[in-house]
C-alpha cells in the first residue's frame, strides 16, 4: 500500500507539472496575444480558401465560356460536337473531385496530391494558349509566320489540356476547398440554406464577371489572349496556396469511406440475387442483405449508414435530366445567341455575355429569398420546404427550355444577315439575341432554387458520418447529368441525322431538340412531385434516429430502462422494505 500511495503521488506531481507548464505563457508573448494567434489564423485560412475557390472558378469558367466559339471557328467542329466537348469537359470537372477524394484518403498523401493536382492543373492552363494562339497573327516580319500547328496537333493539344485542367480542378475542389472546410456540423436546416443560397450566390458573382470579361477579350479584343487569362488566374492560385503551404490543407474526419458504400451496395445486391429464394420475404431492406448478421461482410454500423444514403437515390436520380436542361445554357442556348444578332447600339456583345442573364435572377432572388426567411420565419422554423423549391424550379426548367423551343421558331423568320465572330464571318438572322433573354432568365430561377435546396436536403437528411458522402454522390448524380446531355445530343443528331442539332441552325429543326426535352423534364418534374413528401420533415433528428437504430444503442438503452426501473424499486414507497430486499 505504500508503494501504490508513494506511485499516486508521483503521478499527481507530474499532471500538476504540466499543467503548471500549459498555463505558461511563451517567451516574448503573453496569453492575450496566444489567444489572439488563433483566430487570426483561423482568418487567414478562410481569406486564402476563398481566394483559391475564386482563382479556380474564375480559371474554369475562362476556359467553359467560349468553348463552342472556338471548337467551331478555330478547331472546325460541327455545332453538335463542340456541345459535347463542352459538356463532358465540364462533366469531368464535376467528377474528378471525387475521385481525388479517394486517392486522397487512401492511396496518395493529401499534401503530395495536391501538389500533383496544381501541377496538372498548371500544365492545362499552359497549354490552353498553344492551341489558341493563332500563330498567324505573330511575324517575325511581313512575310514570314513564327509558327503553325495542323489540325490534328491542335486537336491533340486541345484535349490533353483539357484532360489535365478537369484534373487540377478536381484536386483543387476536394483537397483545397472542400466543402466541410467551413464547419457546418454544427448548423441547422436554415442555416444550412443560408450557407448553400450565398455559397453559389459568389460562384455565380463570380462566373458573371468571367463571363463579361473573358468572353470579350477572347471575341472581339484579342480572342487568343483570353486563354491567357486562365493561365495568370492559376499562377495566383499556386502563389495563394505557397503562402500558407500545408496550413491550409483541410483534412476531414474518416468516419465514412465512399469504397465502404459502393462495398455495400454491391455486396448486398450480390448477397439478393444469390439467396433470394431463400430470403426473399425475411428482410425489411434490401441492403440488410451486406450485414454480417445475415451472411454479408459489413458491419451493423456500415450497412445503416448506406440505408440512410439509399432514401436519397431517388431525389439524385431525378437531377439527372435537370442537369442536362442547365447544360443547354453552354450548348443548345450558347448556339441560338452565336446565330442571332449581337449588335447593339453600334457594339458587338460576346455570345457568352447572354449567360449573364441567367445569373441575374440567382443574384437577385437570393438576397430576397433570405430576407423573407429571416423576417417571416423564427429561429427554429425552417421556412417553406425545399422540395417545394425543387419543384418550382424544375417546373422553371422545362419551361425555359419550351420558350427556347419557340424562340427558335420566331429566329427563323427574320431575315440572314453577316456578322463576324472571332474574325469569321457568318450567316445568323437578324434577331436581336435580347429576344432570348427569358429562357435564360427562366433557367437562372431553376437553378436559384434548386441548386441550393438539393444541397441542403442531401447535406442534412443523413447522419453526420455520412454527409460527405452524401454530396459525393450528388456530385456524381450532376456530373452524370453531363454526360447524359452530351450522350442526349449525339442521340438526337444521329436519329435524326443531324436534323434536330443541326450544323446550320436556319437548315434544321433545333426547336423539336427542345421540345422534346422540355417534355421529358416535365415528367421528371411530376416524377419529383410524387415523391417529394419523403424529404419534407427537416425538423427531425437523423444522428440520433441512426444511432438509435444500431444494436449497441439499444443495449444502451435497455441498460437505461434496467436501471431505471431499479431506482423504481428503491424510491417507490409503495414497497414494503422486504419487498426491496
Known amino acids: ?114 501538389c500533383i493536382c496544381m501541377f496538372l492543373h498548371f500544365l492545362g492552363a499552359a497549354l490552353l494558349p498553344v492551341v489558341a494562339f493563332p500563330f498567324e497573327d505573330v511575324y517575325i516580319d511581313r512575310r514570314h509566320i513564327l509558327h503553325t ?27 483545397v476547398c472542400p466543402l466541410s472546410a467551413y464547419s457546418l456540423e454544427d448548423c441547422g436546416p436554415k442555416e444550412l440554406l443560408s450557407f448553400f443560397n450565398w455559397f453559389y450566390w459568389l460562384v455565380n458573382l463570380n462566373s458573371a464577371v468571367v463571363f463579361v470579361s473573358i468572353s470579350y477579350i477572347q471575341q472581339s479584343v484579342a480572342r487568343n489572349l483570353g486563354f491567357l487569362i486562365p493561365f495568370v488566374s492559376m499562377l495566383m492560385a499556386v502563389i495563394t496556396i505557397h503562402m500558407v503551404r500545408g496550413e491550409m490543407i483541410y483534412k476531414p474526419k474518416t468516419d465514412s469511406s465512399l469504397l465502404t458504400t459502393f462495398g455495400v451496395i454491391l455486396s448486398a445486391l450480390k448477397m439478393c440475387c444469390v439467396r433470394y429464394r431463400y430470403f426473399s420475404g425475411g428482410l425489411t431492406n434490401w441492403l440488410d442483405h451486406a450485414k454480417e448478421n445475415y451472411g454479408g461482410q459489413y458491419s451493423e454500423t456500415q450497412v445503416e449508414s448506406t440505408k440512410s444514403l439509399a432514401r436519397l437515390f431517388p431525389l439524385f436520380t431525378l437531377q439527372i435530366l435537370y442537369r442536362m436542361c442547365i447544360m443547354q445554357i453552354p450548348s443548345g442556348y450558347y448556339l441560338q445567341t452565336m446565330n442571332s444578332s449581337l449588335h447593339f447600339s453600334g457594339f458587338v456583345l460576346p455570345v457568352a455575355a447572354m449567360n449573364v442573364i441567367s445569373i441575374v435572377p ?21 421556412g417553406c420546404s425545399p422540395t417545394i423549391y425543387i419543384v418550382v424550379g424544375q417546373f422553371s426548367a422545362a419551361l425555359s427550355v419550351m420558350v427556347a423551343g419557340f424562340s427558335e421558331i420566331h429566329r427563323k423568320h427574320f431575315p440572314q444577315v453577316e456578322q463576324t465572330l472571332s474574325e469569321e464571318v457568318l450567316l445568323v438572322s ?23 435546396s438539393c444541397s441542403l436536403l442531401a447535406f442534412w437528411l443523413v447522419p453526420e458520418r455520412m454527409r460527405g458522402i452524401s454530396m459525393h454522390f ?70 440520433s434516429e441512426f444511432r438509435a437504430s444500431l444494436p449497441e444503442e439499444k443495449l444502451l438503452k435497455g441498460g437505461k430502462g434496467i436501471k431505471h426501473y431499479g431506482s423504481v424499486l428503491e424510491r417507490s414507497p409503495i414497497l414494503s422494505p422486504m419487498e426491496k430486499t
Open 1 to 114: 500500500m505504500p508503494d501504490a500511495e508513494r506511485k499516486d503521488m508521483q503521478e499527481k506531481h507530474l499532471l500538476n507539472r504540466a499543467a503548471d507548464k500549459e498555463q505558461q505563457p511563451l517567451p516574448g508573448g503573453s496569453n492575450h496575444a496566444g489567444n489572439l494567434s488563433q483566430p487570426r489564423k483561423k482568418l487567414q485560412e478562410a481569406i486564402c480558401v476563398l481566394l483559391v475557390e475564386l482563382c479556380e472558378r474564375f480559371t474554369f469558367f475562362g476556359i467553359v465560356c467560349n468553348m463552342i466559339l472556338f471548337c467551331t471557328v478555330k478547331l472546325g467542329y460541327r455545332n453538335y460536337q463542340a456541345a459535347i466537348v463542352n459538356m463532358c469537359f465540364v462533366g469531368t470537372s464535376m467528377l474528378t473531385p471525387v475521385l481525388v477524394g479517394w486517392l486522397a484518403e487512401c492511396l496518395v498523401g493529401r499534401i503530395k496530391l495536391v
Open 149 to 175: 500547328l495542323t489540325k490534328r496537333e491542335q486537336k491533340i493539344v486541345f484535349y490533353f489540356a483539357l484532360l489535365t485542367a478537369s484534373l487540377g480542378i478536381g484536386g483543387i475542389r476536394a483537397i
Open 362 to 382: 440567382l443574384l437577385v432572388l437570393v438576397p430576397i429569398l433570405e430576407c423573407i426567411n429571416s423576417n417571416l420565419f423564427s429561429s427554429k422554423d425552417t
Open 430 to 452: 437578324s434577331m436581336p439575341c435580347f429576344h432570348l433573354a427569358p429562357q435564360y432568365i427562366l433557367l437562372g430561377v431553376a437553378e436559384a432554387l434548386v441548386t441550393p
Open 474 to 543: 450528388l456530385t456524381l448524380f450532376n456530373g452524370a447529368g453531363c454526360f447524359m446531355g452530351a450522350f442526349f445530343v449525339q442521340t438526337a443528331h444521329a436519329g435524326s441525322q443531324g436534323n434536330w442539332f443541326p450544323h446550320l441552325l436556319h437548315e434544321g429543326k433545333l426547336e423539336r431538340f427542345f421540345f422534346f426535352l422540355a417534355s421529358l423534364m416535365m415528367v421528371n418534374t411530376l416524377g419529383f412531385w410524387t415523391i417529394a413528401h419523403r424529404y419534407n420533415n427537416l425538423n427531425q433528428e437523423y444522428n
